[in-house]
T-cell receptor, first 115, second 114 residues
């Protein structure tokens, strides 16, 4: 499955570093999503973009800053993270963000470790 | 609000055994239902979906039927293989009144031994 790609696949960073996660979708979709997957916890929806506008922001700390420059690209900028932010960060895309039949397709994820 | 409950894992089976992973949901309106699979070290892959009552989704030998009367979407496979070892997530997407949120169950770890 190469419809949604994410880079890097693995990232180790210190708490004072600034890094960015990148997601690109090749499916012609209009909506993109960031999720956080931590061990022993359900998937957490972080941000939703529809046609490059943020439509949902689920009480995510400001040390996570999303950017959606166009409908094919989504970034997650990271700064001054905490060790508890270590997780698998998943990007997804879908055709439209408002209908129940809309199907989300996921990328392979970025495994983030904060030291 | 919407919610999804999956049977607790982990589930361990021998190759060629029959698999059932239970999933029940709570939702208003007419949701769509999904099963996703996550292989070790990878992201989530869509396995199958059903968008209305009595629909059956199927893929790679897996099946699930949307049962509105029992609010269930149980995943089944007649003969599992070692390569089916993964984590399986049941998910629900509500209608327009529920917004864009895809609600996931907690996942069920399946291990298939040769």
């Amino acid at each position: 499955e190469t419809g949604v790609t994410q880079t890097p696949r693995h990232l180790v960073m210190g708490m004072t570093n600034k890094k960015s996660l990148k997601c690109e979708q090749h499916l012609g979709h209009n909506a993109m999503y960031w999720y956080k997957q931590s061990a022993k916890k359900p998937l957490e929806l972080m941000f939703v973009y529809s046609l490059e506008e943020r439509v949902e922001n689920n009480s995510v700390p400001s040390r996570f800053s999303p950017e959606c420059p166009n409908s094919s690209h989504l970034f997650l900028h990271l700064h001054t993270l905490q060790p508890e932010d270590s997780a698998l960060y998943l990007c997804a895309s879908s055709q439209d963000s408002g209908t129940s039949t809309d199907t989300q397709y996921f990328g392979p994820g970025t495994r983030l470790t904060v030291l | 609000g919407n919610s999804v409950t999956q049977m607790e894992g982990p589930v361990t089976l021998s190759e060629e055994a029959f698999l059932t992973i239970n999933c029940t949901y709570t939702a208003t309106g007419y949701p769509s239902l999904f099963w996703y699979v996550q292989y070790p070290g990878e992201g989530l892959q869509l396995l199958l979906k059903a968008t209305k009552a009595d629909d059956k989704g199927s893929n790679k030998g897996f099946e699930a039927t949307y049962r509105k009367e029992t609010t269930s979407f149980h995943l089944e496979k007649g003969s599992v293989q070692v390569s089916d070892s993964a984590v399986y997530f049941c998910a629900l997407r509500g209608d327009e009144t529920s917004g864009s949120r895809l609600t996931f169950g907690e996942g069920t770890q399946l291990t298939v031994n040769p």
